[in-house]
């Protein structure tokens, strides 16, 4: 693979990188460019990981002038996954924050889908001068839990993974819930998740605690665009309508015939919005040096 570029068509094994160390969780990431950092936080599910989410999006970061960092939660991809504890949101942001400031990074844009969305919001209301803005596709963390598991792409991700019925064609059918178009699950993302899958217990879903933060949304102050798309199975897309409402410097785009999955069903239009946005956040970084970090080659661990 080149170390120059992510190859969205790789397949098989994601890239293993670099790990930090927080109290006693190893957090797995990858680092490419330099630049201003944008932050990359991935959904939840079976098999997630940052560079499954996220891999049609980051040479578009660094073509920009941008540093690309993109995390593997707490229990997920190849982050330590504890059996012994409830996955909150505090948890993931905590974790991430302290990861954070451990490799140097000062401020930053969040770019977060799903599960990743609502640690965005909370590391953003948490430390509003650490987050430049928000990019945020379909966030979860916005609505009551019942709200959620009534979602037909969350009740079939909970019934197969916590009873154990995933196996490869399992999961082929459950990624194809997260869009519009099925063909756009092909084999290698399939194998890409069922690999994670493998190295996955069933707490990390069983004991997922995400707060309600709606009550918290007019607190966020950095500017914010977002995306949901209309066929949405997994957070329902009325939800854009809550940060109209309460956060001043907001855009959402509503994207016709596409899932869960925006920045990955829609590529080009989602990066086309993307990087517009970080060209407008530049002068956020202005002063800060904290930002640029050496370029890491793709599989290399340390």
């Known amino acids: 693979m080149p170390t120059s570029s992510f190859d969205p068509h790789a397949g098989g094994a994601i890239p293993r990188q670099q790990f930090v160390t927080v109290g006693d969780i190893e957090l797995h990431y990858l680092s490419h460019g330099e630049g201003p950092a944008v932050i990359f936080l991935h959904g939840s599910g079976p098999g997630a990981s940052g560079y499954s989410n996220f891999k049609q999006n980051l040479d578009a970061v660094n073509r920009a002038g941008f540093r690309a960092i993109v995390f593997d939660m707490v229990g997920f991809g190849y982050s330590s996954k504890p059996t012994d504890r409830d996955y909150t949101t505090e948890l993931f942001a905590g974790t991430v924050r302290a990861a954070l400031a451990d490799i140097g990074v000062e401020k930053c844009v969040l770019v977060g889908n799903s599960l990743g969305g609502a640690v965005s919001i909370r590391i953003a209301l948490d430390d509003p001068a650490f987050v430049a803005g928000l990019v945020l596709m379909a966030p979860g963390g916005i609505e009551g839990s019942e709200v959620y598991y009534a979602m037909p792409g969350i009740k079939h991700m909970i019934a197969t993974f916590t009873g154990g019925e995933l196996d490869f064609e399992g999961m082929r059918n459950l990624l ?112 800060d040096t904290s930002t640029s970090g050496p370029v890491a080659k793709l599989g290399d661990p340390r």
Not at 205 to 224: D, F, Q, W
Not at 251 to 263: K, L, N, Q, R
Request: some cysteine; charged content about 25%; overall charge negative.
């Open 176 to 287: 194809k819930m997260l869009v519009k178009d099925p063909t756009f699950i092909d084999d290698a993302l399939v194998a890409e998740r069922y690999e994670i899958l493998q190295l996955q217990p069933t707490e990390v879903l069983s004991r997922l605690r995400v707060a309600n933060m709606e009550g918290e949304l007019g607190k966020l102050h950095c500017p914010i665009i977002g995306f949901w798309g209309s066929e949405d199975q997994f957070c329902p897309t009325s939800g854009y309508q809550k940060f109209i409402e309460n956060c001043a410097d907001c855009a959402f785009t509503i994207v016709a015939d596409c899932g869960h999955w925006v920045m990955a069903e829609r590529p080009e239009m989602f990066n086309a919005h993307m990087t517009a946005f970080l060209e407008r956040m530049k002068p956020s970084f202005a002063l």
